[in-house]
């Protein structure tokens, strides 16, 4: 996903992806008045290859559970009302929270979409949100720094949304922020997250530009 957004980036847009068939869209994101924000947890980006292989594992098992009940070859497949009718077949419970958060995260990039088609930017943070919860308690891919660092933006006036961005294990969140509540919400964070870490988190104020392309 990273090398396709960077090839693919429009300015003041977003992708939206399907990583199946590599068809996409660009959405259109309207911030008038609003910031993104990415924070830095300085915790080592480590996408422990135990970890992950575990959740690859885990979503199979839901997966084979599932088809006994509904012929699917992905999570991403399933609604979240078709998840209601077969989430009862998959008798391993973590499987079960992975797989949980998989349909749910997908229906939430649906939402997010057509959100941000509309201009609500509101609700597109509360998806935001949402997400990272998701990632928190069903997924559990965070970890206490990127916990710590969002917790405290979701604490701040003026903050959207906020989540933790890329494979998780530590690395960055992204925020959306008024961009009266900037300087508040560094203060606030920084504060908060080096109580709860002892670590000092690094703040960047980011715009949505386009893609690589040649320099003439």
């Given at each position: 996903m990273d090398q396709f957004a960077s090839a693919q980036g429009k300015k003041d847009h977003a992708i939206h992806l399907n990583c199946d068939t590599l068809e996409f869209e660009h959405v259109p994101v309207k911030l008038d008045g609003i910031k993104v924000v990415i924070t830095n947890t300085h915790s080592p980006h480590h996408l422990d290859s135990g970890a992950y292989n575990d959740r690859v594992r885990q979503c199979h098992t839901a997966v084979e559970q599932i088809s006994k009940v509904k012929p699917i070859k992905f999570l991403a497949e399933l609604t979240e009302d078709d998840w209601k009718e077969v989430e009862s077949a998959i008798t391993d419970p973590i499987a079960k929270k992975r797989a949980r958060h998989v349909v749910g995260e997908v229906a939430r990039t649906a939402a997010a979409v057509e959100a941000l088609k509309k201009g609500e930017i509101a609700y597109f943070g509360e998806l935001m949100t949402a997400s990272h919860v998701s990632l928190r308690d069903d997924y559990e891919v965070t970890g206490p720094e990127l916990d710590a660092l969002a917790e405290a933006a979701w604490q701040v006036e003026g903050v959207l949304g906020s989540r933790m961005t890329g494979g998780g294990f530590g690395g960055c969140t992204v925020?959306?922020?008024?961009?009266?509540?900037?300087?508040?919400?560094?203060?606030?964070?920084?504060?908060?997250?080096?109580k709860k870490t002892g670590l000092k988190a690094d703040f960047y104020v980011a715009e949505i530009g386009d893609g690589v392309s040649r320099l003439e």
């Open positions: 925020s959306l922020v008024k961009e009266e509540a900037i300087d508040r919400f560094k203060a606030f964070v920084g504060t908060e997250y080096e």
